[in-house]
């Protein structure tokens, strides 16, 4: 059983684009009614209970994703970021890294951006200081 229910974890989590709720759990009931009707042919139900295994397994995973709510970016996407510089470190390599608070996205307008984002860049201007305190609005 673990096997199966992992297949299914590992089949959704490699999936390109997250499915809708109904579509995991139209397969459960659709399984369950196959694995029930298909009680008198051993083997065929065999076949559908590891079926009706994997897919509570997506449906177990969907579940779980859906519980957590992190937002994910899709892929690799350039965007205008406005923000407050939360941290500026210098790095060994002559590189700087900065944390930065993002106040907003443009240019595309990201509908998931994330709260707080860490950058590395040749260099800054000489004025750029972190903020110090609790930003004021």
Known sequence: MPVFLA???IFYFSLATEPDFYRPVAVVALTA????????????????MAALLCALGVLAAKVESWRTGTQ??????QTRLTGRLASLEE??????????????????????????????????????????GPPSI
Request: glycine share 4%; charged share 20%; with cysteine.
């Open 7 to 9: 297949c299914g974890v």
């Open 33 to 48: 009614v196959c694995a029930v009707a298909s009680r008198s042919w051993q083997k065929t139900h065999l076949c559908f």
């Open 72 to 77: 994910m970016l899709g892929s690799e996407i």
């Open 91 to 132: 790095m060994k390599n002559g590189r700087v890294k900065l944390t930065i608070d993002v106040i907003s996205t443009a240019h595309p307008k990201l509908r998931y951006a994330p709260e707080r984002v860490t950058l590395s860049a040749r260099k800054v201007p000489p004025d750029m200081t972190a903020l110090i």
